[in-house]
């Protein structure tokens, strides 16, 4: 690494770090572990490029610190799933930012990840279904292997509405990316989940419909959703060993 990129390295490393803490005495486990992988990383590349043999020293000791601690994270969290206790609870602030879908689901998006199941009544309207999109389009852009993609959702039965046509597309866009988008409806659904099948379950009061309208559209956040403000709403996080088929 060269010297002169040394200090925003080490800046990064401390920022990720600083927010595994503060998810850590929150217990947002799960999110907490994924930040002290990346600072972990950072810092071991910070190691490699040192020469002051004091500062090496430094660097060890914090990298072994930080490595018990993700790895006492990394067993309790495999207990609690093991016994199925599992839960992790976010509560979103009015106007809060920073909850785009990346840094929402991101933690819990695995190599093992295939099929997905979304299960949201209020997936109608045209911001509604950009929403949906964006999710879709954020499994494309994580490590993951997502081959199939369930919907269930309300049917619009106002005809000359979009929700039909807009569904269809996304269906035939996926299918180029090789990823089954399967769409079923249903007049009595009422809850908002999403299941992965690598045991995750998140359940989230507003379902994918929790941004607020932008000001403008050329407003901040218009278009980089952690920059959006959010409406007030709790998410759930839950693990099961055997995620439901429906």
Known sequence: MA????????????????????LDNCSRFQEALVCYQEGIQLLLDVLKAVKDEAKKMHYREKIKGYMERAEQIKEHTTKLKEEGKYHEQIKIADSSTGYS???????YITDGLTEVWV???????VHQLYNFLR???MLLKCPSTVKTIHLLTSQDEDSSTQQSSAL???KQSLLSKDICLDIQYSSTIHDREIRFNNGWIIKIGRGLDYFKKPKGRFSVGYCDYDLRECHETTVDIFHTKHTKKT
Do not use: N
């Open 168 to 170: 269809a597309e996304m």
């Open 135 to 137: 999710f879709c389009e």
């Open 101 to 107: 879908y990346e840094s929402l689901f991101k933690p």
């Open 3 to 22: 010297q002169d990129l040394l200090p925003g390295v080490e800046s990064s490393a401390v920022s990720v770090l600083k927010r595994a803490v503060q």
């Open 119 to 125: 299960e949201d009544p209020y997936v109608r309207h």
